[in-house]
């Protein structure tokens, strides 16, 4: 069954620091993952997708993921943090032979002036 | 020019009423998806349509009816309403069903409080 795991709730960054947030998944077939974020009060936003191809997918708002077949993780990750990123970030795995989108539980990413 | 709206964004109502939530999008999409987040944050899918039709019905009570009168819509009514209902509904869309690279677009949310 497809699944996908966030180890850490949260993740503390001071600005202008480089920033990683964990994912590991489990699938069958090809994987299919997504960077989603929730900002306070707000719907989910879109950050970034991997498919095919380059394992490094780059998205919105400066933020990238890395793909890794052999550790099965999806680690997004921003050269350097804004204060404005501090925010809920979703990992997201795609259904096996199904449209629904598997989420995890989610790491609350806090960035600190 | 939202993409995905819903409304209302907030609905707080007593235990045992019935309510609907209404989700449109604009996207020319063809599925379109509720979710549930809990209060923990956690994140399920409840329901899809593909252009009106069914397609995904998640171990979901049957208190809980989608309804789709056209591709650019799909409501909510939830009957009977329990404690267990509070949460945030989101409503989603993707260009096709079956497709799985599609990205899912995310409506605001509505807030649901049962007292």
């Known amino acids: 069954a497809q699944s996908v795991a966030q180890p850490e709730d949260q993740v503390k960054v001071a600005e202008g620091n480089p920033l990683t947030v964990k994912c590991t998944y489990s699938?069958?077939?090809?994987?299919?993952l997504f960077w989603y974020v929730q900002y306070p009060n707000r719907g989910l936003q879109f950050l970034l997708k991997?498919?095919?191809?380059?394992?490094l997918v780059k998205g919105s708002y400066g933020f990238e993921a890395e793909f890794n077949k052999s550790q099965t993780s999806f680690h997004l990750k921003k050269p350097s943090a804004l204060v404005s990123d501090s925010a809920l970030y979703f990992c997201a795995v795609r259904g096996y032979n199904t449209d629904k989108l598997i989420f995890g539980t989610g790491t609350r990413l806090q960035v600190f002036p | 020019d939202t993409a995905v709206s819903q409304t209302p964004k907030y609905l707080v109502t007593q235990m045992g009423n019935d309510k609907s939530i209404k989700c449109e999008q604009n996207?020319?999409?063809?599925?379109m998806y509720w979710y549930k987040q809990d209060s923990k944050k956690f994140l399920k899918i409840m329901f899809s349509y593909n252009n009106k039709e069914l397609i995904i019905n998640e171990t979901v009570p049957n208190r809980f009816s989608p309804k789709s009168p056209d591709k650019a819509h799909l409501n909510l009514h939830i009957n009977s309403l329990e404690l267990g209902d509070s949460a945030v509904y989101f409503c989603?869309?993707?260009?096709?069903?079956?497709?799985?690279?599609?990205?899912?677009?995310f409506g605001p949310g509505t807030r649901l409080t049962v007292l």
């Open positions: 699938v069958s077939g090809n994987p299919y």
């Open positions: 996207l020319g999409h063809d599925t």
């Open positions: 989603a869309s993707s260009p096709a069903s079956g497709t799985l690279t599609d990205t899912q677009y």
């Open positions: 991997y498919i095919t191809g380059d394992n």
